[in-house]
């Protein structure tokens, strides 16, 4: 026989995918799971390119070297992390984290249920690999899923049931198309809106403005907890079920409650100048009030103080000498007791000359990744999240009685940044806030009126309809139009009359989540398609 004969190429062609069946197998599960989105062309596209009959051992080995990397990026776009761009420009912030907190993190993506799966997946696949040609079905599958659009959702994935949901909800689906003119009539309105402060009358009983901002604490964190009935919510005039703080990160939070007084900007505004009107802080100062700053952290990441420092504060921060950290945070900075803070502001006070103070307290004591100092302090930020709220809830209490006893008028404002994902969902880990779900952002806003002679008349007062910032920008501005401690007595009806309302937007980044006729709806990017959203408020 001829040599030549022994060279020429096998005819003989078997589709096949090999170890990547188990692959493209795991991720059909996850999809299915709802623990992933799935994109089915993208998928085809990789089937294809690892089933293409090469004609030589090296070059089905450079395959494998671009396709093990390449089967990696698919899987993380995929998933409902966040796009690559988003870890990238917050690559400089991660760098700072501790290497007890990354591992934290790391051991949130794999939990036992995922784990029995992987195991379970591999036996049968081991098993049925040997009986039918896997690589033929897993091909022919992903084609019906893409022709029948299943999963896809372009720059994103929808799970079966979300797709269950849209079509019964929106049969047209002209709800979901509708929602980019919404947002942008949304944000064309909120332009134009704005809550004026009135200058405090020189002959009126002065009083203290204390706006208290706490990192990580959502309604749902609450429940998750069973906190949501401590008796701190209890003692409160005004209590907000439903206040959107719109954002799911710290920076941008603090900038949106420094900027109360006006309509809700998008995102990328925010770090752009406002008009002077805008500008809380600055405002209270103009009707008679003096700044102080206050944080029980050093304000270093992310820049935080510098950022709240350009928001017409005017002020550098107090800073409390003496105390001893209650806790490390993510970064291994101190954290200082909420409660030692806030008490030698009060001892601050009393030697203060200004007749009126209007303080910006942020606590970070919530925040994901702190450790407890002490002997608790081989605990998962996440095991302690109850101890350290628990002790943040009591110290604001007793923070509360010693502002009664120091004998001064104080309107005392709390507000949640965000919450901290306790519960996380299907669509990104716990403590993970890249999407600014409803369970984030629908935070306990309280109000407290605290004075020596002085007492509510009537009961306290539940405001449950969506509202925001300005809202709470109308209950100042009914304060100081018509001071509560001009008598002995007031009521919580009063401090909330003409209070308006604002829909549900958050963003953060291009991210953006919606509320229309009672579905919230997400968009992952600008580019990006809506789908509903199927987490949990609370």
Request: glycine share 6%.
């Amino acid at each position: 026989m001829n040599d030549t004969a022994h060279d020429a190429p096998d005819i003989h062609y078997r589709f096949s995918l090999g170890g990547w069946n188990f692959y493209f197998l795991v991720k059909l599960l996850l999809a299915w799971r709802g623990l992933i989105g799935f994109h089915p062309w993208a998928n085809l596209a990789f089937i294809l390119v690892l089933a293409v009959p090469l004609p030589s051992r090296t070059t089905r080995i450079l395959r494998l070297a671009v396709a093990i990397p390449l089967g990696i990026v698919l899987l993380y776009y995929d998933s409902w992390l966040p796009p690559l761009k988003r870890v990238l420009a917050q690559a400089s912030s991660l760098s700072q984290f501790t290497f007890s907190y990354l591992i934290e993190l790391a051991e949130r993506f794999v939990h036992l249920e995922m784990v029995v799966m992987l195991v379970a997946t591999w036996l049968l696949y081991t098993l049925v690999s040997r009986f039918l040609k896997l690589g033929v079905i897993l091909a022919v599958s992903l084609f019906a899923l893409a022709v029948l659009n299943k999963f896809d959702r372009g720059e994103a994935s929808m799970t079966p049931s979300s797709i269950a949901q849209s079509a019964s909800q929106n049969p047209d689906h002209s709800a979901l198309s509708d929602l980019d003119v919404q947002v942008n009539s949304f944000f064309s309105t909120e332009s134009s809106r704005q809550v004026n402060f009135d200058a405090i009358e020189a002959t009126s009983k002065p009083f203290d403005l204390i706006f208290i901002h706490i990192c990580s604490l959502s309604w749902s964190d609450l429940k998750a907890m069973g906190l949501e009935n401590h008796p701190l919510w209890q003692t409160l005039d005004v209590l907000y079920t439903r206040f959107n703080s719109a954002s799911s990160y710290s920076v941008p939070a603090a900038i949106r409650l420094l900027r109360a007084p006006c309509g809700q900007l998008p995102h990328a505004d925010l770090y752009n100048p406002s008009k002077d009107q805008c500008y809380l802080m600055g405002s209270l100062q103009q009707a008679g009030f003096t700044p102080n700053l206050l944080l029980n952290h050093d304000g270093h990441f992310d820049n935080f103080l510098k950022t709240i420092e350009s928001q017409k504060l005017g002020v550098e921060p107090i800073k409390p000498s003496g105390l001893r950290p209650y806790e490390l945070a993510f970064d291994d900075s101190p954290i200082y007791n909420d409660k030692d803070v806030l008490i030698h502001w009060i001892q601050e006070r009393s030697t203060n000359p200004s007749k009126q103070v209007a303080l910006y307290y942020n606590t970070i004591s919530l925040h994901d990744g702190n450790r407890l100092v002490g002997p608790d302090n081989s605990l998962s930020s996440m095991k302690t999240y109850g101890i350290r709220l628990h002790r943040l809830l009591d110290d604001l209490n007793q923070f509360m009685v010693s502002l009664q006893n120091s004998g001064r008028n104080t309107v005392v404002v709390i507000i949640p940044e965000h919450g901290a994902a306790i519960r996380g969902d299907k669509y990104q880990i716990a403590g993970l806030r890249e999407i600014p779900t409803p369970a984030i952002t629908l935070v306990p806003v309280g109000i407290k009126i605290i004075g020596p002679k002085i007492s509510r008349s009537d009961a306290q007062h539940i405001v449950s309809t969506p509202t925001s910032y300005l809202g709470l920008s109308q209950v100042i501005a009914n304060i100081l139009k018509t001071s509560p401690f001009e008598a002995s007595g007031f009521r919580a009806d009063d401090l909330v009359r003409d209070m308006p309302l604002t829909k549900f937007v958050a963003q953060n980044a291009d991210v953006t989540m919606v509320r229309n006729n009672g579905q919230y709806y997400l968009r992952q990017d600008i580019e990006a398609g809506w789908i509903p959203y199927e987490g949990e408020e609370n």
